[in-house]
């Protein structure tokens, strides 16, 4: 199996191979080696046994970004220790058995920064509608508290409301639905309590910029 549940095959790529017996193998390894001619002269040979155990994944899980990294260097992805879930291979894991082969120098640049350079930088999109407000005094004093309280164990208060007018009205709903297929449930209610509860109360719809020392009310 060349690739994985999940990946992303071009039209046209193998999805499997197949080995019947030992005899058909070594006639398909045989046959692969084809003669390249130019103008009628052989200039060279050109292997595609080879390229498949360079570029052939096997049973490696990895992603597709991570395969073409691999094939970028040359690297067999069968030859490389998996650091991720279930044995998967990162992009770490071929970035560091580059450096262990000396197919890339180790320029004292941290691995991470590698991968920020194979990655990308993610771009923040913020809405337009966004308020930023600074923080000052008490309420400055108040984040740097809260920011040191999270470093200990929290305790959560939970109160219970009486919802039997909400049971109430989905139950009209849907006795007055003339469709049979058509299931009314609370999340609508839901949705739409917390939406007007956030419009009353922007800061509850706002996130904290630690840096800045300002709160985003979200638009």
Known sequence: MLYVPGDIVKVGETLLKMAVDESQVNVQSVDSQVPVQ???????EFSSGADLNTAGTGGVLSTPAVRHLAKQYGISLNDIQGSGKSGRVLKEDILKYAVQKGIIESSGIPLGDHLQDELGSAEVIQ???????????????????M?????????????????????????????????????????????????????MYPLVNSSFNEDAMEVVLKG
Do not use: W
């Open 38 to 44: 130019e103008n009628g002269d052989l200039v060279g």
């Open 127 to 145: 809405n337009p509608n966004d308020k930023k407000v600074t923080l000052r005094g008490f309420q400055r004093a108040m984040v740097k508290t």
């Open 147 to 199: 920011s040191m309280a999270a470093k200990v164990p929290h305790f959560y208060f939970v109160e219970e409301i009486n919802c039997d007018a909400i049971v109430e009205l989905k139950a009209s709903f849907q006795k007055q639905t003339t469709d049979p297929g058509v299931k009314h449930t609370f999340l609508p209610l839901l949705i739409k309590a917390l939406s007007s509860a956030l419009s």
